[in-house]
């Protein structure tokens, strides 16, 4: 495969007769509205004669954006049957990802606090409010149960909003760290809570 990023003309481009991903206008918007924000940043996939394997929705955006060439990548090094089912691989594959919900939420909140259009991060306006609603106060606390985990055990807690994006803050850092090593518990915030608190006695405990 050749490494080497060129530029392309967008007019000598041939998109993928059966390209089975599908783009919106509202999509190719948003992509082109990413374009402008944070340039060409991902080359579109070429075989040898310019056919593009990956990037059907960049071009097409950049189509929308003007633009006259774009950045690519070559791979002629792919027979027919390998570069078919990359064109399906590259879609899929990405979209088999999943999200941490929590460090999505703390990633966005900060971003809106920096005052950064959330809208070019490509969530719709009913994700990110579903993501950044307010905690709902609480009413009459639930009854838990008691003894039926042993030796794990429930726990509550209230917290003001800004003290929970605190907490939720220190969960993400902790859990970032790794696994929490000589624990059997599988609940990666009681893993990371664990782990906080027995830092803090380890630099507190004694004073």
């Given at each position: 495969m050749n490494h080497n990023i060129e530029q392309v003309a967008v007019e000598a481009l041939t998109p993928y007769a059966r390209n089975a991903r599908t783009h919106s206008p509202a999509q190719v918007a948003q992509i082109a509205g990413s374009i402008r924000e944070f340039g060409f940043i991902n080359p579109v996939i070429l075989d040898g004669e310019?056919?593009?394997?990956?990037?059907h929705g960049r071009v097409m955006a950049a189509q929308q954006l003007g633009l006259v060439t774009v950045p690519a990548l070559r791979a002629s090094h792919l027979d027919d049957a390998q570069r078919r089912a990359y064109v399906l691989a590259d879609n899929k594959l990405?979209?088999?990802?999943?999200?941490?919900?929590?460090?999505?939420?703390?990633?966005?909140?900060?971003?809106?606090?920096?005052?950064?259009?959330?809208?070019?991060?490509?969530?719709?306006?009913?994700?990110?409010?579903?993501?950044?609603?307010?905690?709902?106060?609480?009413?009459?606390?639930?009854?838990l149960r008691d003894g039926e985990r042993e030796p794990?055990?429930?726990?509550?807690?209230?917290?003001?909003?800004?003290?929970?994006?605190?907490?939720?803050?220190?969960?993400a850092v902790a859990r970032s760290m790794g696994a929490f090593v000589g624990q059997i518990n599988e609940n990666g915030n009681g893993n990371a809570l664990a782990r906080i608190c027995e830092l803090f006695l380890g630099q507190h405990g004694n004073s």
């Open positions: 310019n056919g593009i394997i990956a990037g990405a979209i088999n990802a999943g999200w941490d919900d929590e460090l999505l939420r703390i990633e966005l909140i900060d971003l809106d606090a920096e005052g950064f259009d959330l809208a070019l991060t490509g969530f719709s306006d009913e994700e990110m409010a579903a993501l950044l609603q307010d905690v709902e106060p609480l009413g009459e606390m639930p009854v794990f055990r429930q726990m509550t807690f209230t917290l003001h909003d800004e003290q929970a994006e605190t907490v939720e803050a220190a969960l």
